[in-house]
Structure formats: structure tokens, C-alpha cells
């Protein structure tokens, strides 16, 4: 197998020159798409999540370069659907069993934070997730949209090439929109962001670099897909072939953050004959069905010849290839339940029953205000086996690990090792807190406030 490959599968890092080198070698493809689907099937497992998607306005303030429905393109009906025309299609997908309203939009200043928020908290009467798509706001807003009850959003960086973010989006900023999606993450949205692929002047440099900034930016979702050039646009000229490399883009993604929601985008089955299932079967995990009524979907023209699905004919194909549709609302922190866990759990057990007997003072001293859900009603495990290792301490529901640094078993204690370990937890949603010894003897009440802040912030991004 391909060294760089192989690499990413086991440790989910690769350097830029390593990701260029992937992106520039096409003989690797399928080995690639494989690994994909194995990493894919490994952390997030074999569900599909769909997403019902609203275009409830196509009225945009905004000139990108690439999109129809920028505010200079004449040929256009433009739409704005009405609170309660979104609220009715909202209610019917959750009737037909959807378990995440998308509401998408052009950047409409029409829709202003409190409207959006009464629209959002009559959606949230049912047991739904919502994921908003609409553009850059300030911090305020995005938080008086989460206090509302939205718990995703989508904001694709399209591009971390500055000078080819500058050309594409006249009047936009590279910062702010940067600044954006580290608002949306600060106020616990589960942040999607993406990138197009197929641009312009757009290098596979700056497409690593594009790979590295959601690795970075910790991104819980990633959309990507090729651009397809609108006629009405100032890219109408574009070669619309960026299929394969986006593909790849994608799995490079999936083995970077392996247990990340990656929808397989329309774009991608618009330009390609099976472009959704191809892409399934190289990271994907989620789709996402358009619910807008046919009148205002065919005027959300964002690209010509976009692909609608037919949802009964789409499960009959999954099916086929050994995919179900998920009965949940598939956040990230539900991804890879622990009762899959593939650890040896044999071994893993017998160790643990060991360690459990064998508590180290400062362990015990702990164990003392965690157990029973003496902790705020919070249940913790101790000496929990989670796949490879064993952790001092865990909250499977908020998913908290507690390390205790000088434990007796902890012989490997160099810190690249807990470096790695904590790296391991991290990107199957995890936080890792690690205290001393000394810390829990001498100061136990400032290490219970650690606790219980952290405990407090998972709850706040949907931990649960
Ligand atoms: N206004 C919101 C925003 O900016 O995030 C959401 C709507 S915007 C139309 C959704 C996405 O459509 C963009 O992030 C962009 O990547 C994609 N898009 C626009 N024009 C496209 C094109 N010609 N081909 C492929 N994707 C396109």
C-alpha cells in the first residue's frame, strides 16, 4: 500500500508536501477511495444521516464570482419563502422521518436574526436538529440563532487562497469570513465549512492548504465539491472537471478527520453519473435531500442541471451498497458508539479489572467525589477500556476523559505518547483533561472546577 496512504489510515496527520503528492498522484486513486471508505466505515459506520434542505430565499447581497444567484445576475426569479411556508415544509420532511431540517439561503438581510429565531424555535417544537446555511452575520447573531435552538451551521471557506478568495468575492473579506466560522465554533454550532474545487487559478497547493485549515479549524462537517460553471456568471468559461480531484480532496479529508460528517454534495452527482454513490464510497456519510417544493428548487439555480433525488429509489440504493439510512440525528459526538467499540475487549477487560483493584491514592482521592454521580448527577466510569487504551476516568455521555498524569500504569509517560493518546480521543470527539499527582492532592477543588467546566461546555455543544 502507498506509504502516505497508510500513514494518514494509522495517525490521521499528513504535512502539506505529503497531501500535494497525494493530490498530484492519480495512480493511487482507488487505493485512496478505498481507504476512504475503510476509515469512513471505521469511525462513523455504515448509517447515512440525511439532511432535509430548505432553499427558503435565493435573494443574495453578495457577487460571487461562481454562484447564480449573486446579486448582479439579472436572469433570475428571485424568491423569498414565508415564515410559514418554511415552518410547513420543515414540519412535512420531519413526517417523512427526516431527523435534520438544512435551512439554506443567499446572504438575504430580509431574514434578520429574530426573524430566523422565531422560525427556528417553531421548527425546534419537534425533536429536530437544524442546520443553518446562510452566510456570514455577526457574533451576535449566530448567538442569538444557537439560543434559538440551531445547532449547526455551514460556512465554506471556498477558498484559503487569499488572492483568489479576493478576485472570486468582490467586497468580501478572507478575515471575516475566518472570523465567522471561529464564532460559529466558539458559540458550540457544530461548524461546517468546505471548499470548492476546480476554481480558476486554483492550485493543489492551495487545496492542501484548504485540507490543513479544516484540520485546524477542528471542522465537524466538511462539504466540497467541483464547481460547475453558470452561464449568467463571470465563470461561465470554467472547465467543469473538477469531479475526480474534489473526490479526492474528499477522501483526503475523511482520513484526516476521520470521524467528521462529510455529505456526498449534489454538485457531485450533478456533474457526475453516480457521483453521490462514488462519493459514499470514498468518505462520505451524509446526504442531503432537497425538500423545497419544486417551483422555488428550480429557481435556486446556485448552478445549472442541479440533481435532484428521488429518496425511495436513493435507500434502495444504499441498500445496495451495505449502507442503512441513520435513525438519529447524527451529530459528530455520536459518531463510533462505544458499544461498537472494536478494541480487544478481552484483554482490555481483564487489564482494567486489574487497575480498578489497583487504584493509586490520588486515583482513589478522585474516584471519591466522581463516583456514583456524586459529581453533579455526572456518571463517570473508571479504569474504562475505549478502544486501544484505558482511560483513568470517563463520562461517556458528555465525553470527558479524565487522565490522571503518575498513574501506575501509565509507564509509557513521555509526552508524545500522551500527545498521540490524546490525539486518538480527540478526533473521535473526545476532550481529554490530564491532572498531576500533586494537583489532585494538594488542590482537589480547583481540579473539580476544571471538571466540572469542561463538563458544562460539552453540554453546551450538544455533548449529549
Ligand atoms: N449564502 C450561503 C453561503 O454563502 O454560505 C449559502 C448558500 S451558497 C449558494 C452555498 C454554496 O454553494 C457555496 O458555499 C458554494 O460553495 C456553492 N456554489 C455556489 N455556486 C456554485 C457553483 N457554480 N458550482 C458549485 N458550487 C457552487
Request: hydrophobic share 35%.
Amino acid at each position: 500500500m502507498n506509504a502516505l496512504i497508510e500513514k494518514a489510515k494509522q495517525i490521521h496527520q499528513l504535512s502539506k508536501e505529503e497531501i500535494i503528492s497525494l493530490l498530484n498522484d492519480n495512480s493511487i486513486n482507488n487505493e485512496l477511495f478505498n481507504a476512504a471508505n475503510e476509515i469512513r466505515h471505521k469511525f462513523v459506520g455504515d448509517e447515512i444521516h440525511l439532511r432535509a434542505l430548505i432553499e427558503f430565499s435565493n435573494i443574495c447581497q453578495r457577487n460571487c464570482f461562481y454562484c447564480g444567484v449573486r446579486a448582479e445576475n439579472k436572469n433570475i426569479d428571485r424568491y423569498r419563502l414565508t415564515p410559514d411556508e418554511i415552518i410547513k415544509l420543515a414540519d412535512n420532511a420531519l413526517k417523512s422521518g427526516y431527523k435534520t431540517i438544512v435551512l439554506q439561503s443567499g446572504e438575504d438581510n430580509y431574514f434578520t436574526a429574530e426573524i430566523l429565531a422565531d422560525i427556528i424555535k417553531e421548527i425546534k417544537k419537534n425533536d429536530t436538529a437544524i442546520t443553518l446555511s446562510i452566510g456570514e452575520r455577526t457574533y451576535d447573531e449566530y448567538k442569538i440563532l444557537k439560543d434559538s435552538g440551531a445547532d449547526r451551521f455551514l460556512l465554506r471557506i471556498e477558498t484559503t487562497d487569499k488572492e483568489l478568495y479576493k478576485k472570486l468575492h468582490p467586497n468580501m473579506d478572507f478575515e471575516n469570513r475566518v472570523r465567522c466560522l471561529k464564532d460559529l465554533k466558539s458559540l458550540g454550532y457544530e461548524t461546517g465549512t468546505g471548499c470548492l474545487v476546480g476554481l480558476p487559478g486554483q492550485t493543489v497547493e492551495s487545496l492542501a492548504d484548504d485540507i490543513l485549515f479544516f484540520k485546524e479549524l477542528d471542522a465537524d462537517m466538511i462539504g466540497l465539491g467541483p464547481l460547475i460553471p453558470h452561464e449568467d456568471t463571470p465563470l461561465k468559461d470554467a472547465k467543469p472537471d473538477g469531479f475526480w480531484l474534489s473526490l479526492k480532496v474528499m477522501a483526503i479529508t475523511r482520513l484526516l478527520l476521520p470521524d467528521i460528517n462529510i455529505p456526498a454534495t449534489t454538485a457531485m452527482e450533478t456533474i457526475q453519473p453516480e457521483g453521490r454513490i462514488l462519493a459514499l464510497e470514498s468518505g462520505a456519510n451524509v446526504v442531503m435531500p432537497n425538500v423545497t417544493d419544486e417551483f422555488h428548487r428550480s429557481r435556486y439555480e446556485i448552478y445549472p442541471g442541479k440533481k435532484s433525488v428521488d429518496y425511495t429509489k436513493l435507500e434502495e440504493k444504499f441498500k445496495q451498497i451495505g449502507r442503512t439510512v441513520s435513525k438519529n440525528k447524527g451529530f459528530r459526538s455520536q459518531s463510533r458508539p462505544l458499544s461498537l467499540n472494536p478494541s480487544p475487549i478481552g484483554r482490555g477487560t481483564k487489564m482494567a479489572r486489574h487497575l480498578r483493584k489497583n487504584l493509586t491514592p490520588q486515583e482513589r482521592k478522585l474516584w471519591s467525589i466522581l463516583r456514583n454521580k456524586n459529581f453533579y448527577g455526572y456518571k463517570f466510569k473508571r479504569q474504562c477500556p475505549i478502544w486501544k487504551y484505558i482511560v483513568d476516568f470517563v463520562c461517556i455521555e458528555q465525553r470527558l476523559i479524565i487522565e490522571v498524569d503518575g498513574s501506575g500504569h501509565n509507564l509509557n509517560q513521555n509526552k508524545s505518547y500522551d500527545k498521540q493518546r490524546t490525539e486518538y480521543f480527540e478526533t473521535r470527539g473526545f476532550t481529554v483533561l490530564r491532572f498531576r499527582n500533586n494537583e489532585i492532592e494538594n488542590n482537589i477543588e480547583e481540579v473539580a472546577d476544571k471538571i466540572l467546566l469542561s463538563l458544562r461546555e460539552r453540554e453546551g455543544r450538544g455533548g449529549k
